[in-house]
């Protein structure tokens, strides 16, 4: 019963930092229709960036992630500029393969810099277990995440309720012919989601750069994530995000603990795309656009 | 320059090269046994550039975990070759151990093809993507069977220049496969399912059966040349013989020659050949090549859609109009024409937000 | 006389919305209907339901006789039913002659055969039928540089290779220049009054299908509003009250989102 107990309170917190991590993927793909292949890598990115500040300067990780979501915020700015406005209109196709390489540039880059050796990023003030009575511990590490994670959501739902840039993006996302016309400037508002969402991925990282191994070619199992996540969720749903994280985090937590010897990483991205073969084997239809191809007159 | 020189040239250029190739081992110092091992490597990439074009340049279902075939190949054969596995501890000769590879790998690509293919574009590459990830892992963990992640040993009996040949062979067998196929009904199916599937569908293809029975050829060839690999390098282990780059390869090789035709993924591949060695020269560069490749990759996509097959066609096509036109009167008056009727036809075609244009799921409103 | 087309109790749903809440239509051999109705009337799903590109929740569809209502679209290509699209599905890439060729899986279907090259028959059907549209210059050139008018021209010609008892014409004459129109009217006519091949048209446009309909069925709202002549339509109040409102404003009468 312990264990059980353990292995739920586990999955919270996998599901914590999941929301956190997969939230960036989600609102890119729900608004601009772009998939973020490089997701996995500013992920890392953000991890090294917090690696980097503990190493050199002492500064903890939770009090490196909001510069570290400023200057990303900038750099996501900068990119989309650059390079991911030019895919939007195109096949999608397009997208994906400049966010491969993207991605290929950027893990490559960082083994260049700071090597492909594996990164241990500690942390003093995280240290350390909250205690549930006997039954179960859950280390300090994970709840620092989930409460920020908790925040983030509030905080991004309340913005995209309330505000009048928040509104933008959700008429944006929904149909971004009206949006236009209504006097929305899409170019700047697409700029503006892009780079939130690339700050917000990038905390994400450097926040679990504590928990997860940090190496520079560790992003694709988080990007599987984030695609089954969404997938499971719905495009750019905050709400739905929460809860098919935290589904997988329970999931893979109970794997982790109930599944007899391997180690918990290769079953875990065993579970993640297990769940994804068993959706499309119960949902046949498909995930998105139905059985069929969706084409929107330029495929 | 028309199109009947631009052929010539080509198979020239080719046959040349083919004849290199086979001269090779007989080169003294230039054909010894470790450029026979690089070499064989790189006709293997071919080969998996040419196999992940039927799927993905002709189909258009851009597979970016097919690097997942090779290594289930490989493994088929490091398993089946090795006594390192508990539970298949016998010792098979090559050739049965190949052909079983070759059939088990077609098998779980029409499995995994029946499912994956329900998904379209994007959704079915990062699909791809995940069965690749997948799949390593299963390997580590089915220990008794995979010996995990300490890998494979396969006795070293091999005659390097017979080993050449033979590869040489099959890939040289694979070029004429994919010529072929693209000619017959199937490749035109093929074709149609990527320029439009649904209209596809509607003019009587079996889209599912052929796009899956294409898929399943893909994962067979590349599984074999997995196996091959595996043979020849008498070590395996989940790390070298799942790996991403080999996607990457038959990507970028098949993007930069042209997606979907015959010799793209030859003349991609090449090129990245060349291209690499001069990188690999240059001391300062040597830690940077994959990140150049990225480079070369976005631009390619960016700017050069086509690759260069699409170049050397534009050049073909416009220099053929050209003549066209400017020789007769009507040919002007008709080009005039035909450009006044365009420019009704490209703002319903070309801009994907005019809601008449928008795919007709609903009655009115954009999907 | 045999019903060529045959559909009843149509009903689609997408979670809560109904788009086709029950619709009974039909044509009958060397008829043309036209079938019309605002925005968001349900019209283009039901012609997705009639050509299988979607699947009916409640319903039968007969073609010729036999129950399709289950069946795939290539299923039904091959039984006599073809269909050209709103959004122009030609194979960009490929040459006029070729997406003739391309549109064609009739007569031997078996998997070996596909692995042929296109037969001679083929070829030569193909031929006709671009000649008989008029494209006979473009013959070779490559879909994509084809204007607006001329690849509805090929659009109908493929979906006239599998020599088909039905044809489902979906808003063929949008985008199309005004001369272009006269000429596809002209081909649609010939084909139906010479060789006997029905139609069902939707349309926008209410003169097209004035011009060449005997019979218009008008849908509202996910449910069949009228169907008669196409003047008894043009002059049903009902008919004009959905289309152009009280106020006489036009357009209006679409909520249908």
Redesign the interface.
């Known amino acids: 019963m312990d264990t059980l107990v353990q292995a739920l309170i586990n999955g919270i917190a996998v599901g914590g930092f999941l929301t956190l991590m997969v939230l960036g993927f989600s609102i890119i793909w729900g608004v601009m229709g772009v ?1 973020n ?1 490089a997701h996995g890598e500013f992920i890392m990115v953000g991890a090294y960036m917090a690696w980097y500040a503990r190493s050199e300067w002492g500064v903890e990780p939770l009090y490196s992630a909001l510069p570290i979501f400023l200057i990303m915020f900038v750099v996501g700015f900068v990119l989309q500029k650059l ?1 991911v406005n ?2 939007i ?1 195109r ?8 966010m ?6 950027m893990s ?2 960082v ?2 810099i700071a090597g492909a050796d594996f990164r241990r990023v500690n942390s003093d003030i995280q240290r350390g277990f909250w205690e549930l009575g006997d039954i179960a511990t859950i280390p300090r590490k994970h709840t620092v995440v989930l409460v920020v994670a908790i925040i983030v959501l509030v905080a991004l739902q309340t913005f995209l309720q309330k505000t009048r840039l928040g509104k933008s993006i959700r008429a944006a996302a929904q ?3 009206a949006a236009q016309i209504v006097g929305i400037d899409i170019k700047w508002v697409y700029a503006f989601t892009f780079a939130l969402c690339i700050g917000i991925t990038a905390m994400s990282g450097a926040l679990t750069s504590t928990i997860i191994p940090v190496f520079p070619f560790m992003g ?2 988080w ?2 994530r984030a ?2 996540i969404t ?1 499971l969720s719905g495009l750019g749903s905050v709400k739905g995000t929460l809860g098919a994280a935290m589904f997988l985090g329970l999931l893979e937590s109970l794997v982790a603990t109930y599944a007899p ?2 180690s918990g ?3 875990a ?2 579970t ?3 769940l ?2 068993v959706t ?2 119960l949902r ?16 | 320059m028309n199109k009947a020189v631009f052929k010539t040239i080509g198979l020239v250029l080719a046959a040349l090269l083919v004849a290199m190739l086979f001269f090779l081992p007989m080169l003294g110092h230039y054909g010894n046994d470790s450029t026979l091992f690089t070499v064989t490597l790189l006709l293997a990439s071919v080969g998996t550039a040419i196999s992940w074009n039927l799927t993905g340049g002709f189909t258009g279902y851009v597979d970016f975990g097919h690097a997942v075939w090779w290594g289930i190949g490989a493994y088929t054969t490091g398993v089946l070759m090795s006594n390192e596995s508990e539970w298949i501890p016998q010792q098979w000769p090559l050739v049965p151990a190949l052909i079983v590879s070759m059939f088990f790998t077609a098998l779980v690509a029409n499995l995994v093809g029946r499912l994956t293919m329900r998904l379209s574009g994007p959704y079915f590459s990062i699909a791809m993507l995940g069965f690749f990830v997948f799949f390593r892992e299963v390997v580590r963990v089915v220990g008794p069977l995979t010996n995990r992640g300490i890998g494979l040993t396969i006795k070293p009996v091999i005659n390097r220049p017979l080993w050449y040949y033979i590869t040489l062979i099959f890939v040289l067998f694979l070029v004429y496969l994919s010529w072929w196929l693209r000619r017959t009904r199937f490749g035109a199916s093929l074709i149609a399912i990527r320029e439009d599937e649904i209209g596809a569908e509607m003019r009587g293809i079996d889209t599912t059966r052929n796009k899956v029975m294409v898929f399943t050829l893909s994962g067979a060839i590349t599984g074999l040349l997995g196996g091959m690999w595996a043979y020849q390098n008498t070590f395996l282990d989940p790390d070298i013989a799942f790996v991403e780059v080999r996607t990457i390869d038959a990507v970028m090789g098949t993007m930069l020659g042209g997606l979907g035709t015959v010799a793209g993924p030859i003349i991609g591949m090449v090129f990245l050949f060349v291209l690499r060695e001069l990188l690999w020269t240059q001391e300062s560069l040597l830690q940077t090549h994959l990140i150049v490749q990225g480079l070369l990759l976005g631009a390619v996509v960016l700017y050069l859609p086509k690759g260069l097959m699409g170049l050397v066609r534009g050049e073909v096509a416009f220099l053929d109009r050209f003549r066209e036109r400017s020789s007769t009167f009507d040919g002007m008056e008709s080009a005039v024409l035909e450009a006044q009727e365009s420019s009704i036809s490209d703002s319903e075609n070309e801009h994907p937000n005019d809601p008449v244009a928008m795919h007709p799921t609903w009655d009115g409103r954009t999907s | 006389m045999t019903r060529v087309l045959e559909a009843s109790g149509i009903v689609r749903r997408f979670g809560g919305l109904t788009a086709v809440g029950g619709v009974d239509i039909h044509v009958d051999a060397g008829e043309m209907v036209g079938l019309i109705g605002p925005n968001g009337s349900g019209k283009t799903t039901l012609f997705d339901c009639l050509s299988r590109v979607q699947t009916i929740d409640e319903g039968s569809i007969m073609l010729n006789g036999t129950d399709i209502s289950k069946m795939q679209p290539h299923q039904v290509a091959h039984i006599g039913l073809s269909r050209t699209f709103q959004v122009l599905r030609v194979y960009r890439e490929l040459t006029v002659l070729e997406n003739m060729e391309l549109s064609v899986q009739w007569g031997d279907i078996s998997l070996l055969s596909s692995f042929r090259k296109p037969t001679k028959e083929t070829t030569e059907r193909a031929d006709r039928l671009i000649d008989f549209l008029l494209l006979s210059r473009l013959r070779d050139q490559q879909a994509s540089s084809l204007s607006g008018g001329q690849r509805r021209l090929l659009e109908l010609g493929m979906a006239l290779m599998s020599d088909p008892s039905i044809v489902l014409l979906d808003e063929a004459m949008s985008g199309v220049n005004p001369s272009l129109v006269e000429q596809i009217k002209d081909r649609i006519r010939i084909l139906n009054q010479e060789q006997g091949v029905s139609f069902l048209l939707v349309e926008h446009d209410i003169r097209f299908v004035k011009d060449l309909c005997d019979r218009v069925v008008v849908l509202n709202y996910g449910e069949k509003l009228a169907e008669g002549a196409p003047d008894e339509i043009m002059e049903n109040e009902a008919v004009i009250e959905a289309y152009f409102g009280d106020d006489g404003t036009e357009g209006a009468g679409d909520a249908g989102n």
């Open positions: 998939i292949f390079v030019k895919v209109d096949p999608h196709l397009v997208s994906l393969l400049v491969f390489a993207v991605s290929i540039i490559n880059s083994k260049l149909n971004r012919e694709p199992p990007a599987l695609f089954v997938a010897g391997s990483s290769q079953l991205v065993i993640a795309f297990g994804l073969v499309l084997v046949p239809q498909g995930l998105f656009g139905g059985l069929r191809p969706v084409d929107a007159g330029g495929h």
